[in-house]
């Protein structure tokens, strides 16, 4: 979860430490921001969760894995 001070927080599933980082800070000097991000959130329908199926729901660990290999094969990025 994002908490009110705008880190988000979360347990890894594999190895069971916590993770946490700063959600809302500006981005390294080499970073050229777009409104890309802005513009698809702005379509999206509001969820608890950051990644969801088409249909809305929470994905799994194993699916969000499988999503995002695919994801990276089709937009021809390394995966090893």
Do not use: I, N
């Not at 880190?7 to 890894?12: C, D, E, G, K, S």
């Not at 390294?28 to 702005?42: G, R, S």
């Amino acid at each position: 979860m994002v908490g009110e001070d705008g880190w988000l927080t979360y347990t890894r599933q594999k190895s069971g430490s916590v993770a946490t980082f700063p959600l809302y800070v500006d981005g390294p000097t080499w970073f050229e921001a777009t409104d890309d991000l802005t513009q698809c959130l702005a379509v999206e329908t509001v969820h608890m969760t950051f990644l969801t199926t088409e249909s809305g729901k929470s994905r799994s660990a194993k699916s969000v894995a499988s999503w995002f290999s695919k994801s990276a094969s089709q937009a021809d990025l390394d995966t090893t």
